[in-house]
């Protein structure tokens, strides 16, 4: 039997919501200490690299790949609430967000300068991590929405 948006909510819906709420939260964490130049904060996430080497990276991003940062960030949020409250927006939030992650993560993809922290380990692979789960939140909401359960 299929739910509707007049019936209960699946559990899988509030799951992901939930886990969505939770990553995109940790995300606009990150989007928030780096854009308050928290030197302790960049010092815990990456110990041994120079915060300020860090921070001098990032800058040297193009407008268009910090804005992207922010509209991935921030649209993961606001889709992240849209989704737990069942709204047919939740799909075009997350499909910004989306956009957002490849061109800010697209450009620091492209482009493997900075501290070696930020391109070896899980430095290296988290871009593409986060680029996946961007388009399975797109995925995951416009295919709600196709079977009802957004409205």
Known sequence: MATTAQGRTPVHLWIVGILALIWNGI?????????????HYFESMMPGTDPNEVLAYIDSFPVWAQSGWAFGVWGGLIGSILLLMRSRYAVWAFVLSLIGAVLGLGYQIANPGGPAAMHEGAGAVMPYIIIAIAAFLAWYSWNAQKKGVLR
Do not use: S
């Open 27 to 39: 995300g606009c964490y990150d989007y928030v200490m780096t854009r308050m130049r928290d030197t």
